[in-house]
C-alpha cells in the first residue's frame, strides 16, 4: 500500500509530476526560494515550484543526459553535471551561464558543496575527485581517486569530512583530501552514503542491496543486512520522524527506524507510487521529493 500508518508517521503521494520525457535522476531544493530543480535523461533542467505543480518559467536545456545537480545558494548558482563530463554552471537570477567546462571524459555522478572552503567538489565514473571555486568554478585541483565509478558524496554535518562511495567507502578530511578511513564490504561497490545525525557513525548501501553502518571513530563495521532486492541509490534522514529513508532500483522505497534501523514499513511499486528505479530522494520540512526510470517526481508529505 501507498498510504501507512506507522509511529505517527503517515505518508502519501500528495504531486505525482510526470513532465520529463526520460527517467529523472537528479533533484535539488533551493529551500529559500521554494524552487525544486529537476534533471534527467532528457537533458532538460526544469524549475518547479515546491508543491510540484507549476513551473518557475526557467528551463535549462543540455546537449547530454544530466546526472548530477547541485545549487549553491551563498552564489546563485546552480551546477549541473551530463553524462559526457561536462559541467555547466548557470547564476540563477541572471539567468547567465558563468561555466562550461569538460570537467571529466566519463559521467558525472555526484556533486556537493563544500561551504567551508567554497567549494565544488563532483565525481566521476573514472574515479577522480574534482574540486573548484563555487563562486567562479576556477579549477582547484584534481585527485585520481579510485580505479572505479564513483557514484556519490556526502559531507559530514560539521563540513570537515566528506564520505565517498565507489568501489569502497571512504571518509576523508575537506582540506587536504587525506583518507581517514577506508571500509570494504559491498559486494559490487557502494552506491549511496548518509551520515547519522546523532551517532558517529556513517550508513552505506551498495548495489548488493545491503546496507552498512560503520564507525566513524574506531573504522568498524557495526551493522551490515539485506534492505532491498537491487542498488541502493539514496539514503537520507527524517529526523522529524527518526527514520532512515532508503531508495532503490527495485521501485520500492523503505523507512527504518534512525536509532535501531529496524524496518518500518515499504511504500512498493504501484499505479500511484513508483513503477521503476528510485533515482533521487529530498527530504526537508516541506516532504518527501523522489523521483526515478519511470519520469515521475513525487512529493510525499506526512498528513498525520
Not at 567549494?119 to 572505479?148: C, H, M
Not at 551517532?199 to 551498495?206: D, E, F, P, R, Y
Request: proline share 2%; net charge negative; glycine share 8%.
Amino acid at each position: 500500500m501507498f498510504v501507512v500508518y506507522i509511529c505517527s508517521v503517515n505518508w502519501q503521494p500528495v504531486h505525482i509530476n510526470q513532465m520529463h520525457s526520460g527517467a529523472v535522476y537528479a533533484l535539488v531544493l533551493y529551500s529559500q526560494g521554494g524552487i525544486l530543480f529537476s534533471g534527467g535523461a532528457d537533458g532538460v533542467v526544469a524549475a518547479w515550484n515546491q508543491d510540484l505543480e507549476q513551473q518557475t518559467g526557467m528551463t535549462i536545456r543540455t546537449s547530454a543526459p544530466i546526472y548530477s545537480l547541485c545549487f549553491v545558494e551563498a552564489h546563485r548558482t546552480l551546477f549541473i553535471g551530463l553524462n559526457d563530463g561536462s559541467l555547466h554552471g548557470v547564476h540563477i537570477d541572471q539567468r547567465s551561464e558563468i561555466t562550461a567546462v569538460r570537467e571529466h571524459t566519463s559521467a558525472i555522478y555526484t556533486m556537493v558543496y563544500d561551504e567551508i572552503n567554497d567549494w565544488l567538489w563532483s565525481a566521476n565514473g573514472e574515479g577522480i575527485l574534482s574540486i573548484r571555486q563555487a563562486r567562479d568554478a576556477a579549477k582547484v585541483r584534481n585527485i585520481p581517486f579510485s580505479t572505479e565509478k564513483i557514484r556519490q558524496l556526502a559531507l559530514s554535518p560539521d563540513g570537515r569530512m566528506l564520505a565517498v562511495a565507489g568501489e569502497r567507502v571512504w571518509i576523508i578530511e575537506t582540506a587536504f583530501a587525506n583518507p581517514q578511513h577506508i571500509y570494504s564490504g559491498h559486494e559490487g561497490g557502494a552506491t549511496a552514503v548518509s551520515w547519522h545525525p546523532t551517532k558517529k557513525a556513517l550508513i552505506s548501501g551498495g548495489k548488493d542491496g545491503h546496507i552498512r553502518v560503520w564507525s566513524t571513530a574506531s573504522g568498524e563495521e557495526l551493522l551490515a543486512f539485506p534492505a532491498h532486492r537491487f542498488a541502493i541509490y539514496r539514503l537520507a534522514f527524517d529526523t522529524t520522524n527518526r527514520i532512515l529513508i532508503s531508495t532503490s532500483r527495485d521501485g520500492t522505497i523503505k523507512m527504518w527506524d534512525q536509532e535501531t534501523l529496524d524496518h518500518m514499513f515499504t511504500i512498493d511499486k504501484s499505479a500511484r507510487t513508483h513503477t521503476h528505479s528510485v533515482n533521487a530522494m529530498i527530504i526537508d520540512e516541506q516532504g518527501l521529493y523522489t523521483a526515478g526510470d519511470d519520469r515521475k517526481i513525487i512529493r510525499w508529505q506526512d498528513t498525520k
